[in-house]
């Protein structure tokens, strides 16, 4: 495993790169705020700007750590602040990540995710050196589990009544699904290799 950190990555149409404090306003009121966004995850919506910075100045702080891999999705064409991608938790003697990510309900629909996770599971496989991404969704919430299917993750089962939703305190069945870093690597799965055609360079310096 080599520790490289949260690496400025660039796609056709995004960038990836740590959070800043100064990103509140715009993660604020892009997403964080946003019940629609926050209904099958770990978090409830933010209610003041100030909480966010305030998390945002923490993420600051932790993204100087390589441990650390966590993404602020960027548009590219207008330098907004869209979404939010990183590894929510890892077992580096099984070089394994699990990712997380949510998007601004505004870019919706159009393959945004598809390419910011396919990019960063390309980086996480390629150049830190994990073997196995895996991910989940809320049985309810199809759009994630496409998402994952699209980047070539395969389906392995579901956790049954496995987790209390915050926003209507249902319990929800959650999907598992993950790819391989050899499947990966032979374009093995679904939708994976169109997802592979996305040019994935580091951006040094370039936001
Ligand atoms: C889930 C989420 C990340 C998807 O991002 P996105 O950029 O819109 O995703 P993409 O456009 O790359 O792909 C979405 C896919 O889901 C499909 N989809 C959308 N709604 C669907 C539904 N109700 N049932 C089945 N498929 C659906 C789309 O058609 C698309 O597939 P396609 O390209 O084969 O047509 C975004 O909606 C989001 O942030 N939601 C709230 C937070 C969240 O749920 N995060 C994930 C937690 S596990």
Redesign the pocket.
């Known amino acids: 495993m080599n520790q490289l950190g949260s690496k400025i990555l660039g796609t056709q149409r995004l960038i990836l790169r740590p959070f800043r404090a100064s990103d509140a306003e715009q993660a604020f009121g892009n ?1 964080m705020s946003d019940p629609a ?1 926050a ?3 770990t978090w409830t919506p933010h209610k003041d700007v100030s909480f966010t910075r305030k998390l945002l100045a923490a993420w600051e702080e932790e993204a100087k750590s390589p441990d650390v891999y966590h993404w602020a999705v960027v548009w590219r064409e207008t330098r907004a602040v869209i ?1 939010d991608l990183s590894v929510v938790s890892a077992d580096r003697r099984s070089g394994r990540a699990e990712v ?4 601004s309900r505004a ?9 910011a996770l396919s990019a960063a599971i390309g980086y996480l496989f390629r150049e830190a050196g994990f073997l196995r991404i895996e ?4 049985a309810g ?4 589990g ?2 994952m299917e ?1 980047c070539g993750m395969r389906t392995e089962g579901t956790l049954r009544k496995y987790f209390r939703l915050l926003s209507t305190g249902e319990l929800t069945d959650i999907v598992v699904r993950a790819v391989l870093r050899e499947e990966w690597e032979r374009g093995a799965c679904g939708d994976e290799r169109a997802a592979r055609k996305i040019s994935l360079h580091l951006c040094g310096n370039e936001v």
Do not use: D, I, Q
């Open positions: 997403w966004v209904h099958f995850l979404g997380g990510y949510c998007l870019f919706r629909g159009r393959g945004v995710m598809t390419e991910a989940k969704h809320a919430n199809p759009a994630s496409r998402v699209k």
